[in-house]
């Protein structure tokens, strides 16, 4: 069974920081491009940032507008796991953050995303 | 950016009837890459179409989509109990891969 198991959230002040991980089984993971997605309390679904898939060597990432520069993404492939780290964290990231592996194995572009973790809950707040 | 726009905000309807869908984009997507998504409280989205058309796997036949340019449509012939949820349209054409404000059916 394909599964994505988010970890790492928690309660944190502004300005600081967190590193979200997701733990991939059940798929090749390094096959596919993996994103993450999030969702503020009461609120719609907000893409945060994407990173390819395929050699170590020829790694592809983005990010929405509003996380550029603080957030991070990266994969460690031997590790079957993905990463988000969260700096300069404001209360507008308060949300679930979800990961999600796009549908197409060994693709340069992405076309849906059709594995999602549970979630895991970031809520930043003095 | 990209601002894909979700038509209407709500759609009330009873199980059995037909539910429609719009999701207009600021610029022309590619429809390889526009996809749909249900979403039912405390859940995470499930995937119903990727490439404008294309039901994911396990999807039931009742839910079709269309569209091209910037007009995409989303419908579900008749509405089961298990379909009042909240539908958003995503692209992924160009980064960041934005997703609608969401469609939310709820039964009337």
């Known amino acids: 069974e394909m599964q994505l198991l988010e970890s790492g959230g928690g309660f944190v002040q502004p300005g600081g920081s967190l590193r979200l991980s997701c733990a991939a089984s059940g798929f090749t993971f390094r096959a596919y491009a993996m994103n993450w997605v999030r969702q503020a309390p009461g609120k719609g679904l907000e893409w945060v940032s994407a990173?390819?898939?395929?050699?170590?060597?020829?790694?592809?990432?983005n990010y929405a507008e509003s996380v550029k520069g603080r957030f991070t993404i990266s994969r460690e492939n031997s590790k079957n796991t993905l990463f988000l780290q969260l700096d300069s964290l404001r209360d507008e990231d308060t949300a679930v953050y979800y990961c999600?592996?796009?549908?197409?194995?060994?693709?340069?572009?992405?076309?849906?995303?059709?594995?999602w973790g549970q979630g895991t809950t970031v809520t930043v707040s003095s | 950016e990209i601002v894909l726009t979700q038509s209407p905000g709500t759609l009330s309807l009873s199980p059995g009837e037909r539910a429609t869908f719009s999701c207009r984009a600021s610029?022309?997507?590619?429809?390889?890459?526009l996809a749909w998504y249900q979403q039912k409280p405390g859940q995470a989205p499930r995937l119903l179409i990727f490439?404008?058309?294309n039901r994911a796997d396990g999807i039931p036949d009742r839910f079709s989509a269309s569209g091209s340019g910037t007009d995409f449509t989303l419908t579900i012939s008749r509405l089961e109990l298990e379909d009042f949820a909240v539908y958003y349209c995503q692209q992924f054409d160009t980064s960041p891969y934005t997703f609608g404000q969401g469609t939310k059916v709820d039964i009337k």
């Open positions: 610029q022309r997507v590619s429809g390889s890459y």
């Open positions: 490439g404008a058309s």
């Open positions: 999600a592996r796009d549908r197409c194995s060994s693709c340069y572009y992405q076309y849906g995303m059709d594995v």
């Open positions: 990173i390819s898939g395929g050699a170590d060597n020829d790694r592809n990432t």
